[in-house]
T-cell receptor, first 115, second 111 residues
Framework: AQSVTQLGSHVSVSEGALVLLRCNYS??????LFWYVQYPNQGLQLLLK??????LVKGINGFEAEFKKSETSFHLTKPSAHMSDAAEYFC?????????????FGEGTQLTVNP | DAGITQSPRHKVTETGTPVTLRCHQT?????MYWYRQDPGHGLRLIHY???????DKGEVSDGYSVSRSKTEDFLLTLESATSSQTSVYFC??????????FGSGTRLTVV
């Protein structure tokens, strides 16, 4: 069975500082991995995805994530935080590439950006 | 956004009453999902559908039922609402390997 663990339910950074949100996964088959962002009172928006091509994945708004099989990790980073990055971030894993494979989500990390 | 809408956006209901939430898509996707979102739990799968009249349970299906009589509509029913079902409910559709597209959510309060 697949699972996702996000380390840290709350992360606080200063504007301009590095953002690092941690995600570790468990999967019995090569996984597809995703990061979603949720702004207040909105649905989830896809930030980036890993689909077994390049291990370093670039997403929207300057975010990127690196797939490390040996560490079963898919951490999300951004070199310089902006106030508009304040949101909740969810890591998710999917086993298989067919549209019926179900996504399993982590518990989420709330990112606060301080001025 | 991406052809998926949920209704209503907000609802307050009394304990013991039935409630139906609607998810409508214009993308003609086969797979549809209902999740609930609660603090500290992320998103948990309630039920999903893999075609008209084809549905299955997720990890937190107790107290919920679903129906899908048309490709575009996936209904979630709380048979007898309880306070523990106060939550934000999200519908999603699935495109191959690209993850899911989510609706804007329904905030349900059971009093």
């Amino acid at each position: 069975a697949q699972s996702v663990t996000q380390l840290g339910s709350h992360v606080s950074v200063s504007e301009g500082a590095l953002v690092l949100l941690r995600c570790n996964y468990s999967s019995s088959v090569p996984p597809y991995l995703f990061w979603y962002v949720q702004y207040p009172n909105q649905g989830l928006q896809l930030l980036l995805k890993y689909t077994s091509a390049a291990t370093l994945v670039k997403g929207i708004n300057g975010f990127e994530a690196e797939f490390k099989k040996s560490e079963t990790s898919f951490h999300l980073t951004k070199p310089s935080a902006h106030m508009s990055d304040a949101a909740e971030y969810f890591c998710a894993v999917k086993e298989g590439d067919d549209s019926g494979s179900r996504l399993t989500f982590g518990e989420g990390t709330q990112l606060t950006v301080n001025p | 956004d991406a052809g998926i809408t949920q209704s209503p956006r907000h609802k307050v209901t009394e304990t013991g009453t039935p409630v139906t939430l609607r998810c409508h898509q214009t993308e003609n996707h086969r797979y549809m999902y209902w999740y609930r979102q609660d603090p500290g739990h992320g998103l948990r799968l309630i039920h999903y559908s893999y075609g008209v009249k084809d549905t299955d349970k997720g990890e937190v299906s107790d107290g919920y039922s679903v129906s899908r009589s048309k490709t575009e509509d996936f209904l979630l029913t709380l048979e007898s609402a309880t306070s523990s079902q106060t939550s934000v409910y999200f519908c999603a559709i699935s495109a191959q390997i690209y993850g899911y597209t989510f609706g804007s959510g329904t905030r349900l309060t059971v009093v």
